[in-house]
């Protein structure tokens, strides 16, 4: 059993980890200067409204998970193909926070091609979306079917034209992640789950590794170019702590791939500052229904929108 504890300085706080003695709060105990995390740590839920409803919770059935899964499969795969048309050609990019930042027109218009299928096949589902978050869409997150996509999951790579692109889309019902798919758009390979039935890569079921030592482990993380001297000095010193520990370091550029990783054992511990909603949603289910665990930082199950 593989744990994963994504951690992020803005929203939620995660990693992911084999089943070591260093998960959750014993992550600080072994690696006692990875508490450093970037200087602008907001400890609200960021740019979301966690909206609670006393209504009774919304009831779910196998058939219509299994209906959710084939949706959510046949829109990756129609985003893959825009994602593919557009992936060699010139490509416009406009910077968003940062200069790592970025978002192209294919960002954009992958998600209103998701959004327009799913509102078409569900039209009493709600959305979630990286790019209409960023571009001010307030977002809340009931208990009603809400759909949690990444159009483009590493925008950097696609804008590269490096072939680590995925499309993320998750379906959360009463607030947990009931189906999920993450495709390779460029690779054409689709990682995929749905609650309670395991996980799967194009089809054949995957499981998380056997290993049982950290000293055992290939660990991914993410290092993006940072603007201030204290965020890059956090980093290095956060990536030196755990090259001490492990068999080395991988990172893919997305994080909805790197957390697939972990969940067909190719990798063991997944750690990453400054994640989203929508770049660990479908990732998460995957890891979980792969025998993998999700942990917040204090050592418990995460949730969507964990505040630390």
């Known amino acids: 059993m593989a744990t994963c504890e994504l951690l992020s300085s803005s929203s939620s706080q995660y990693s992911t980890m084999g089943k070591f003695s260093i998960q959750g709060s014993p992550v600080i105990d072994q690696l006692p200067e990875m508490v450093s995390s970037p200087s602008?740590?907001?400890?609200?839920?960021?740019?979301?409204?966690?909206?609670?409803?006393?209504?009774?919770?919304?009831?779910?059935?196998?058939?219509?998970?299994?209906v959710w899964l084939g949706a959510a499969k046949e829109a990756a795969r129609m985003a893959g193909k825009e994602v593919r048309s557009a992936f060699y050609r010139e490509k416009t990019v406009t910077m968003k926070s940062s200069p790592a930042d970025l978002v192209t027109e294919t960002d954009q218009n992958v998600e209103k091609v998701v959004f327009s299928f799913f509102r078409r096949k569900f039209p009493t589902h709600r959305f979630i979306g990286e790019e209409t978050t960023a571009a001010g869409v307030p977002v809340e997150l009931t208990d009603d079917p809400t759909w949690i996509i990444d159009p483009i999951d590493g925008t950097n790579n696609f804008v590269h034209s490096f072939p680590f692109v995925a499309v993320?889309?998750?379906?959360s019902v009463n607030r947990e992640i009931e189906v999920a798919v993450t495709y390779n758009a460029i690779l054409d390979v689709m990682y995929s789950a749905?609650?309670?039935t395991g996980a799967?890569?194009?089809?054949?079921?995957?499981?998380?590794?056997?290993?049982?030592?950290?000293?055992?482990?290939?660990?991914?993380?993410?290092?993006?170019?940072?603007?201030?001297?204290?965020?890059?000095?956090?980093?290095?010193?956060?990536?030196?702590?755990?090259?001490?520990?492990?068999?080395?370091?991988?990172?893919?550029?997305?994080?909805?791939?790197?957390?697939?990783?972990?969940?067909e054992g190719a990798a063991e511990v997944y750690f990453e500052f400054g994640i989203h909603c929508w770049d660990m949603a479908s990732g998460a289910l995957i890891i979980?229904?792969?025998?993998?665990?999700?942990?917040?930082?204090?050592?418990?199950?995460?949730?969507?929108?964990?505040?630390?």
């Open 194 to 196: 749905a609650r309670g």
């Open 40 to 66: 602008n740590v907001n400890n609200n839920v960021d740019d979301t409204t966690v909206t609670k409803q006393q209504s009774e919770r919304v009831q779910v059935t196998d058939e219509q998970r299994r």
């Open 288 to 308: 979980r229904e792969a025998g993998g665990v999700v942990l917040d930082t204090a050592g418990e199950p995460s949730c969507l929108l964990s505040s630390s």
């Open 200 to 263: 799967f890569r194009d089809g054949k079921r995957i499981s998380v590794s056997g290993a049982t030592d950290i000293k055992e482990s290939l660990i991914v993380t993410t290092a993006k170019s940072l603007l201030t001297p204290q965020k890059m000095e956090n980093t290095f010193h956060n990536l030196r702590s755990l090259l001490e520990q492990g068999r080395g370091i991988r990172n893919l550029g997305t994080a909805a791939l790197n957390m697939c990783q972990i969940a």
């Open 168 to 171: 993320a889309i998750a379906l």
